[in-house]
């Protein structure tokens, strides 16, 4: 079983459409956890940190269950611009970062 | 946010040369860098953790003769793939660790894009 582990997609969604993807991570004792972004041929970037009581930026919100271990993310009104791959990232002990497959979304006009 | 660099951004070469990546922190100190390789459609696979001024710890599977780390300063790694072959042909990626009173945060360098003919 993957440490890490999400829907491949792709999830093809129009414009302005609500999507929601998860993760599940198999390591109980994990600290921390985040949703990165990557676009083709590019390095993953920080879309954002996940707390136990969730949070939400913008169009953006992420949820977390440790009981469950499952982590979500909800993009709403999505945009042309979300068109990516949405990395789940899990911080284990010693600041290790374990990706997840990704998940790809493709918003279409 | 923190800036990370990586030299060169691509690179092809011959199979049997060595390509040496750099990884550098621009605007901060980072006691811990992390190399990663990512294949086509796949996602990023951590392949070792350098601290400054000490050897690297290898992810299982990871030849650490084959790919050397130096982690000479505070804001410069530097990865050498030796004696390169096709199979090493990948997306090299690069992440500086920034201590912040809310924990650590991995800020990732650009990619280098390695193709081996």
């Known amino acids: 079983r993957k440490e890490v582990e999400q829907d491949p997609g792709p999830f093809n969604v129009p414009e302005g459409a609500t999507v929601a993807f998860n993760c599940t991570y198999s390591n109980s004792a994990s600290q921390s956890f985040f949703w990165y972004r990557q676009d083709c041929r590019k390095e993953p970037k920080l879309l954002m940190s996940?707390?136990?009581s969730g949070n939400e930026d913008g169009r953006f919100t992420a949820q977390l269950n440790r009981a469950s271990q499952y982590i979500s993310l909800l993009i709403r009104d999505s945009k042309l611009s979300d068109s990516a791959t949405y990395l789940c990232v899990v911080n284990n002990a010693g600041n290790m970062l374990t990706f997840g497959g990704g998940t790809r979304l493709m918003v279409k006009p | 946010g923190a800036v990370v660099s990586q030299h060169p951004s691509w690179v092809i070469c011959k199979s049997g040369t060595s390509v040496k990546i750099e990884c550098r922190s621009l605007d901060f100190q980072a006691t811990t860098m992390f190399w990663y390789r990512q294949f086509p459609k796949q996602s990023l696979m951590l392949m070792a953790t350098s601290n400054e001024g000490s050897k690297a710890t290898y992810e299982q599977g990871v030849e650490k003769d084959k790919f050397l780390i130096n982690h000479a300063s505070l804001t410069l790694s530097t990865l050498t793939v030796t004696s390169a072959h096709p199979e090493d042909s990948s997306f090299y990626i690069c992440s500086a660790s920034q201590r912040s009173p809310g924990g650590d945060t991995q800020y990732f360098g650009p990619g280098t894009r390695l193709t081996v003919l």
């Open positions: 996940v707390y136990s």
